[in-house]
């Protein structure tokens, strides 16, 4: 699709919760695009040292761990060294997990690399924490996504009680808090607005309307 229109790279970062996911999915399915979920990439690599008993500390056993891993996304799955794992990775342990780990050089590093590669050679849409400050600096459109601590607690509470995990509203409130702490304090690349992104509050908004407003400032870029 992409041989005959221009390239387009779409960065969408922000804090846990604002709907990253949603709005990125439903831009791609507008503008057939893929959606590359880098989230899903590091709540992966959460689960892998989860099953596997590995500790952040475990700097030896966390890299020879990423030698052995291979993650691929197939027909709206993510896909863990050859098994599809999309409803393991959405819990709050995986959650603490993936944003420990994402703090570590040598799993940003691989992953980073991965998503570089993935954006080279295609349109896409990608969400995340630092895609528009990092990953892919160039990015013809970039936007930052948030919304208030507790609106975004809300869908999550919402999200995980549909998938019958049992937590609190409270304690999803106090999870987003300290992750909020942890991605925009962490060494490197924290969470951060990039200077050229446009910043998008959800606060109250309805996904099609956040939809249309990301199809809004695409259009200006790239007509489709």
């Given at each position: 699709m992409d041989t005959d229109r221009k390239r387009i790279r779409i960065a969408i970062d922000g804090p846990s919760g604002a709907g990253k996911s949603t709005i990125a999915k439903a831009v791609a399915e507008k503008l057939a695009i893929d959606y590359i979920d880098t989230g899903a990439m590091y709540r992966a690599i959460g689960y892998k040292m989860l099953t596997e008993g590995i500790d952040v500390s475990e700097e030896k056993k966390i890299k020879e761990m990423l030698t052995r891993t291979t993650i691929d996304f197939s027909g709206g799955n993510i896909i863990l060294d050859g098994t599809v794992i999309n409803d393991r990775i959405r819990t709050p342990e995986v959650s603490k997990m993936a944003s420990s780990s994402s703090a570590l050089p040598e799993v940003r590093s691989k992953l980073v690399a991965l998503q570089r590669k993935i954006a080279s050679g295609k349109s896409v849409i990608m969400d995340g924490r630092d895609i528009?400050?990092?990953v892919i600096t160039d990015a013809e459109c970039k936007f930052f996504m948030t919304a208030s601590k507790e609106e975004r607690a809300e869908r999550r509470y919402k999200e995980l009680a549909e998938k019958g995990v049992q937590t609190s509203y409270?304690?999803?409130?106090?999870?987003?808090?300290?992750?909020?702490?942890?991605?925009?304090?962490?060494r490197l690349n924290p969470l951060a607005m990039a200077d050229d992104a446009v910043l998008l509050d959800t606060t109250g908004m309805k996904v099609d309307d956040v939809v249309n407003a990301i199809l809004e400032e695409v259009r200006r870029k790239w007509p489709y």
């Open positions: 528009g400050t990092n409270a304690q999803v409130l106090e999870d987003i808090k300290k992750r909020d702490e942890n991605d925009s304090t962490r």
